[in-house]
């Protein structure tokens, strides 16, 4: 029996590893901008909407990074796309520690989105074709849980180490990426569904892959809560740092509230991969989008008071990063193989056009001097808009 089992569970077992660490250099660099805007935005002379600027020009390099290397990744394989995109995110956050001026950050950050943007959906796509039967939504669900603990380790290397200079977080977040794409290189096996027939090369039929077999509703449901979610999350990536200084907050106590975020991200994705299993994904839905609400609400209420700021900052990040996982779980699940990689892609691209739009909305609302309790409310309907998505979502078949 054990001959019988082991060629398979070792594969997916190295896939998922590999794809996680890929996960956590991700998140590393996600988050890395934002912590270090408050370091670069003076050296940068930048004000509140043109670092909103710079947030956005990765966002947008996300966006298209996403919905090409889906693309991609269905017509050349999962591999190599995601080897290169790693390694594009890697040499462009090192341009970005090397950035003369604003235009060359902008560029820089530009790049280095379309190389994240790239690598998601393809961890996405080998973690589900790669797990044993039974086990896609869980582990794709945990592999989630990889960006948000990268994350954590970048803020709480800043924490450590607050004299750490905002250049050396963007080499440790582009070298880090390099070594993993050299790992790749040398043991990531490609997808068994990429080249199995008749999912070579992919289908070039977007209407086929999106509206056929009665994917047309889940998938614009799956659209509009990825948008919506995201918008919440990176919003909160971004400006959290700042908001909690707006409100009073000295930079070491902001710090650690968005360290507690990260932390709730982290843990998410390894509960509702548990949670996904379960059968009454309508119940779940609704608990994860109005855990959301409540979070960024009482993120309004809690004064100065870091513990509670804190729990309610842990509270966003698990609740946000837990409902844009299941949505990542559902769609690994819809799309068939031939179509996966530019199924998954789409989705992560109009969730990272929601951390385009969440950024400049911020930066729009602090630049009209509106009290940082008012822009935190404003995600709060938004969120809801994306649970009566979800709630769509859970009802399809």
């Known amino acids: 029996m054990t001959t019988v089992t082991a060629p398979a569970v070792l594969p997916a077992t190295r896939v998922f590893l590999l794809c996680f ?9 996600l988050l890395s901008a934002g912590i270090a805007a408050p370091k670069f935005a003076p050296v940068f002379q930048l004000a509140a909407d043109e670092l909103g600027q710079v947030f956005a020009a990765s966002a947008l390099g996300l966006f298209v990074g996403a ?19 790693i390694t594009c995110f890697g040499l462009f956050s090192i341009g970005t520690a090397l950035a003369p001026d604003t235009d060359t950050l902008l560029l820089m950050r530009l790049l280095t989105g379309l190389g994240l943007g790239g690598a998601l959906p393809i961890l996405l796509t080998l973690t589900a074709e ?16 990889s960006m948000p603990l990268g994350g954590f380790i970048a803020g709480a290397l800043t924490v450590a180490q607050p004299d750490l200079s905002w250049q050396a977080i963007f080499w440790i977040g582009g070298l880090a990426p390099l070594l993993v794409a050299a790992l ?6 490609e997808s068994g569904s990429f080249r199995a027939e ?17 994917r047309m509703v ?38 650690k509230v968005t360290m507690a975020l990260t932390v709730g991200g982290a843990a998410s994705g390894f509960v509702f991969g548990l949670l996904v299993r379960a059968r009454r994904r309508g119940l ?30 842990a509270g966003a990040g698990f609740f946000l990063s837990g409902g844009g996982f299941l949505l990542y779980a559902r769609a690994a699940e819809l799309y068939p193989a031939a179509v996966r990689g530019t199924g998954v892609g789409f989705l992560v691209g109009m969730g990272r056009l929601g951390s385009v739009a969440g950024p400049l909305m911020a930066g729009a609302l602090l630049t009209a001097q509106l009290p940082v309790d008012t822009v935190l409310l404003a995600i709060v309907p938004l969120i809801l808009l994306a649970m009566a998505a979800a709630l769509v979502l859970a009802r399809s078949r």
């Open 284 to 313: 779940l839905y609704a608990g994860t989008w109005i855990g959301m609400a409540a979070s960024v609400i009482g993120l309004t209420l809690v004064g100065y008071n870091i513990a509670l700021a804190s729990l309610a900052g």
């Open 184 to 189: 790749m290189l040398a043991t990531l096996p």
């Open 67 to 85: 919905i090409l290397g889906g693309l991609l990744s269905d017509r050349i394989g999962r591999r190599w796309t995601v080897i290169g995109s």
């Open 130 to 145: 790669s797990s044993p039967q039974g086990q896609v939504a869980m582990r794709v669900t945990m592999l989630g849980s």
């Open 21 to 29: 660490i890929a996960g956590l250099c991700e998140g590393f660099d």
């Open 218 to 255: 889940p998938t614009l449901m799956l659209w509009v809560g990825a948008f919506l979610t995201s918008l919440a999350l990176y919003l909160l990536i971004n400006w959290l740092p700042s908001l909690m200084v707006g409100k009073g907050f000295l930079k070491p106590d902001a710090s």
């Open 198 to 214: 008749p999912a070579r090369g992919g289908s070039h039929d977007l209407r086929s892959a999106f509206a056929g077999d009665g």
